[in-house]
């Protein structure tokens, strides 16, 4: 199965969605990254983007975004008995995710 190069559409209600969501958050994270650079104190940088993160609802939004964007994907089997979705979970296995472990990103290790 090639999805490289597919087209797909979307509604424009579930783009708009998406975008006021993203811009929500990039806006705030913006605001909190000054309020930080003004104030220089971390822990109150920490503070801030722990009460957004739960707050917002960060995670459900992203989540949300998530969810209309894999709509594009494929459940169908192809030859190969995979759907679009198991070829871009294969696309996804090399990602690194935060963990207690793993707290920085890999350009961020020392």
Known sequence: ?????????????DI???LRDL???VVSLDRIGSVYSSRKSDDEYDTLSSS?????D??????RA?????????QKLGDDE??????????????????LDNPLPKNKRS
């Open 1 to 13: 199965m090639n999805m490289s190069e597919e087209k797909v559409t979307y509604k424009k209600s």
């Open 16 to 18: 708009i969605k998406i």
């Open 23 to 25: 811009n929500i958050l």
């Open 52 to 56: 957004f993160l739960t707050e917002w």
């Open 58 to 63: 960060v995670t459900r939004k992203l989540a």
């Open 66 to 74: 998530r969810k209309v964007l894999e709509k594009a994907f494929s």
């Open 82 to 99: 995979m759907d679009e979705l198991d070829e871009l979970e294969k696309e996804f296995q090399d990602l690194q995710y935060w963990s």
